[in-house]
């Protein structure tokens, strides 16, 4: 019997936390993770990226897992925040084998920020809590294999400031297979144009889920290299066979129009999902395709409508 593969979403907020949590669809930065036996894919280190190191230590579903291929997308610091407090480098519970991948300026930022005085190399951190810590850096194009999966680093277009004088980021979006399952694609963070049509049509075509940055509602409010829930339903329509998930949202935004800009764009696209924390999808490989599991667990304030 082959092991079940889960799609999971731990932090599907944009920019910072919510601290005290006070949504029930998203308080912590960006985390997804995709688990295959004993292997785990993480997309983003934001401050999910804790939650999802504790449900290692508590969950029996990832209580196997050994090997950890973590792709960061960009230098940002709401997407690897979590690493600081993140349970494998603090306890022997969680011995675990992490390959980060990332581009050289996300690895440089990455590296940086816990070089001494900031803090402890994740090196440091892992040897004492018997994990192994190692980074790879990746460009656009690039292919590998890391571990069962096979995955394909491409740009995304993502920067800092306003559109006329933006400070780009040498942001990847990735796309993996697992071999003989899914396929998964990652896009955030991204503001998409006609430029990157191409780019995020091919994502669609060939995986059967995609997380994209669904920052704003509406395609006039994309700014600050960030896309909107609009765009993510335009994916959805052409991609029927794609669960598409609206990832990255704004924290400005309250649960409720987050909800009225799903319905508003996503209509009757049954494909078109907000990223909500604690969800999980698994892999139902004869129907090919993802399968809503349970609602979360424990909500952390008043559960979304409908
Ligand atoms: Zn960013």
Excluded at 5 to 11: A, H, R, S, T
Aim: hydrophobic share 40%; proline share 5%.
């Amino acid at each position: 019997m082959t092991a079940a593969v889960e799609f999971d979403v731990w932090g599907s907020r944009g920019s910072r936390n919510l601290i005290p949590a006070r949504s029930a669809i998203g308080n912590r930065t960006s985390c997804y993770s995709l688990l295959a036996g004993d292997e785990l894919l993480i997309f983003d280190a934001g401050s999910g990226l804790a939650a999802l190191g504790h449900a290692m230590r508590t969950e029996k579903r990832f209580r196997k897992v050994r090997r950890v291929h973590l792709f960061v997308s960009h230098a940002h610091m709401d997407h690897w925040e979590g690493l600081k407090d993140v349970e494998w480098f603090w306890s022997k519970d969680v011995p675990v084998d992490v390959k980060l991948y990332g581009s050289k300026e996300t690895v440089r930022a990455i590296e940086g920020a816990f070089r001494p005085p900031r803090y402890v190399p994740l090196e440091r951190l892992a040897s004492s809590a018997a994990s192994q810590f190692q980074v790879v850096t990746r460009k656009a194009g690039d292919q590998w294999a890391a571990g069962r999966f096979h995955a394909r680093a491409f740009h995304l277009h993502h920067y800092s400031g306003d559109s006329t004088r933006p400070r780009r980021l040498a942001t990847l979006g990735y796309a993996v297979t697992l071999n003989g399952g899914p396929g998964v694609a990652y896009l955030s963070d991204h503001e998409p144009t006609a430029r990157t049509a191409a780019v995020e049509a091919r994502a669609g075509r060939e995986a059967n889920l995609m997380v994209l940055d669904a920052h704003f509602p509406d395609r006039r409010d994309h700014a600050f290299g960030h896309g909107s829930q609009e765009h993510a339903a335009s994916l959805a329509a052409g991609n029927p066979k794609t669960l598409v998930l609206a990832g990255h949202l704004a924290p400005s935004l309250s649960d409720e129009r987050l909800e009225e800009a799903r319905r508003r764009h996503g209509g009757k696209l049954s494909n078109l999902v907000l990223a909500v924390e604690g969800r999980t999808w698994g892999w139902d490989g004869a129907r090919g395709r993802f399968v809503a599991g349970p609602r979360p667990r424990k909500p952390a304030g008043k559960r979304p409508a409908g």
